[in-house]
């Protein structure tokens, strides 16, 4: 146990006489009674490992009377599943969040390529509605003084490659002009994809 003692002696040689004065600490450890309360799912082996373990820790005196008590009862885990659980659906709404947070630049380029693409077949059916009023007959025919040079020239305009044809730098340069001389012509192709809606 804890027995502190404390030897204190004075010598003074003009007498022969040494005094002691002992100083003891106040209590001691009569006797250490110890309970370890083990989870049935705890195997023997480890059981007594740990019965011999804590009984080192606290200072086991068979000699003085101490005793240790072990016992292995279901403890309830309803508290650690519980935990489990709700850390399973943060994990599980974490990468969800993950995955919604790499798709949408996608989403958003795929989008706008979609709306870039409509807004090109758009502005192409317009140039070709200006040329042709009717089956063959070309605007400027109406506008009086028609020579056959602008019949061929509907013709060599139709005979263009489509959209999907040229090249998409090509399409990005002649949509920014168009946006940048007639921006009201723009504006009414996505007035008329609205109303096709």
Same mark, same amino acid.
């Given at each position: 146990?804890?027995?502190? *003692?404390?030897?204190?002696?004075?010598?003074?040689?003009? @007498?022969?006489?040494?005094?002691?004065?002992?100083?003891?600490?106040? !209590?001691?450890v009569e006797r250490l009674s110890v309970s370890l309360l083990l989870d049935d799912t705890v195997t023997e082996e480890q059981a007594?490992?740990?019965?011999?373990?804590v009984a080192a820790a606290v200072g086991i005196d068979v000699d003085r009377g101490d005793q240790m008590v072990l016992t292995r009862? #279901?403890?309830?885990?309803?508290?650690?599943?519980?935990? =489990?659980?709700?850390?399973?659906?943060?994990?599980?709404?974490?990468?969800?969040?993950?995955?919604?947070?790499?798709?949408?630049?996608?989403?958003?380029?795929? @989008?706008?390529?979609?709306?870039? /693409?409509?807004?090109? /077949?758009?502005? =192409?059916?317009?140039?070709? +509605?200006?040329?042709?009023?009717? #089956?063959?007959?070309?605007?400027?025919?109406?506008?009086? !003084?028609?020579? #056959?040079? @602008?019949?061929?020239?509907?013709?060599?305009? /139709?005979?263009?490659?489509?959209?999907?044809? @040229? +090249? /998409?730098?090509?399409?990005?340069? *002649?949509?920014?002009?168009?946006?940048?001389?007639?921006?009201?012509?723009?504006?009414?192709?996505?007035?008329?994809?609205?109303?096709?809606?």
């Amino acid at each position: 146990g804890t027995n502190y *003692s404390r030897t204190e002696s004075t010598s003074n040689y003009e @007498v022969d006489k040494v005094v002691t004065v002992e100083t003891e600490a106040p !209590g001691r450890v009569e006797r250490l009674s110890v309970s370890l309360l083990l989870d049935d799912t705890v195997t023997e082996e480890q059981a007594a490992s740990l019965q011999e373990s804590v009984a080192a820790a606290v200072g086991i005196d068979v000699d003085r009377g101490d005793q240790m008590v072990l016992t292995r009862v #279901p403890f309830d885990r309803t508290a650690i599943d519980e935990a =489990n659980a709700a850390f399973a659906a943060q994990a599980s709404s974490d990468q969800l969040f993950g995955y919604v947070r790499m798709a949408l630049p996608v989403l958003m380029l795929l @989008v706008g390529f979609i709306f870039f /693409r409509l807004l090109v /077949r758009s502005v =192409n059916k317009r140039a070709v +509605r200006a040329f042709d009023l009717g #089956p063959g007959q070309p605007a400027l025919a109406y506008a009086g !003084g028609a020579t #056959p040079e @602008v019949g061929e020239a509907v013709s060599a305009i /139709r005979a263009l490659p489509q959209p999907e044809e @040229v +090249r /998409r730098s090509d399409l990005e340069v *002649s949509i920014e002009k168009m946006a940048r001389n007639n921006p009201e012509s723009i504006s009414e192709v996505v007035q008329a994809w609205l109303r096709e809606d």
